[in-house]
T-cell receptor, first 111, second 115 residues
Framework: KQEVTQIPAALSVPEGENLVLNCSFT??????LQWFRQDPGKGLTSLLL?????REQTSGRLNASLDKSSGRSTLYIAASQPGDSATYLC??????????FGEGTQLTVNP | DAGITQSPRYKITETGRQVTLMCHQT?????MFWYRQDLGHGLRLIYY???????DKGEVPDGYVVSRSKTENFPLTLESATRSQTSVYFC??????????????FGPGTRLTVL
């Protein structure tokens, strides 16, 4: 059974800092890995999707990497802003279009 | 407006009652999903559907029933609600992608309280 772990569970940083969120998974037989953002009381918003054949994806200040062999992904956020404060969720795509989620990292960026 | 919507957004019910949560998407996505989100468990898949009239169980299907007679709708029914089903329920949809999953788009969620 696929298990997804995100470390740290919570992170508080000053504005402008570059930061890294970590995600690990137990079964390397994945189709892809997705990073989502969730604001309090809201649904999830897709940030980046990395196919299993890819090593990284970038969107603006966000960069996600994938190392299937070690079962790890990182989400790098450059020059963090207070508006980046949210919970970030990692999800691994397996067969049948199913996703297995981690519990998320709650990020607070302080002005 | 195009997108994925859920109704109701908030629901309070009593133990033993039947409750139906609605999900509607306007993209004609093949796949639709129901998740529940609980503290300490994260998001867990309840049921999913690959197309109209095709549904399958996820990780926590007990106590839930789904149907999908039309591509755009995917209702979730709690046949006899229990307190353990108090949760936030999210519906999601995605396109078919050969060989794996595509980006999933989530609705705003339904907060269900069972008294």
């Amino acid at each position: 059974k696929q298990e997804v772990t995100q470390i740290p569970a919570a992170l508080s940083v000053p504005e402008g800092e570059n930061l890294v969120l970590n995600c690990s998974f137990t079964d390397s037989a994945i189709y892809n890995l997705q990073w989502f953002r969730q604001d309090p009381g809201k649904g999830l918003t897709s940030l980046l999707l990395i196919q299993s054949s890819q090593r990284e994806q970038t969107s603006g200040r966000l960069n996600a990497s994938l190392d299937k062999s070690s079962g790890r992904s990182t989400l790098y956020i450059a020059a963090s802003q207070p508006g980046d404060s949210a919970t970030y969720l990692c999800a691994v795509g397996t067969s049948g279009s199913r996703l297995t989620f981690g519990e998320g990292t709650q990020l607070t960026v302080n002005p | 407006d195009a997108g994925i919507t859920q109704s109701p957004r908030y629901k309070i019910t009593e133990t033993g009652r039947q409750v139906t949560l609605m999900c509607h998407q306007t993209w004609s996505h093949s796949y639709m999903f129901w998740y529940r989100q609980d503290l300490g468990h994260g998001l867990r898949l309840i049921y999913y559907s690959a197309a109209a009239d095709i549904t399958d169980k996820g990780e926590v299907p007990d106590g839930y029933v789904v149907s999908r007679s039309k591509t755009e709708n995917f209702p979730l029914t709690l046949e006899s609600a229990t307190r353990s089903q108090t949760s936030v329920y999210f519906c999601a949809s995605s396109r078919y992608r050969d060989g794996g999953t595509d980006t999933q788009y989530f609705g705003p969620g339904t907060r269900l309280t069972v008294l």
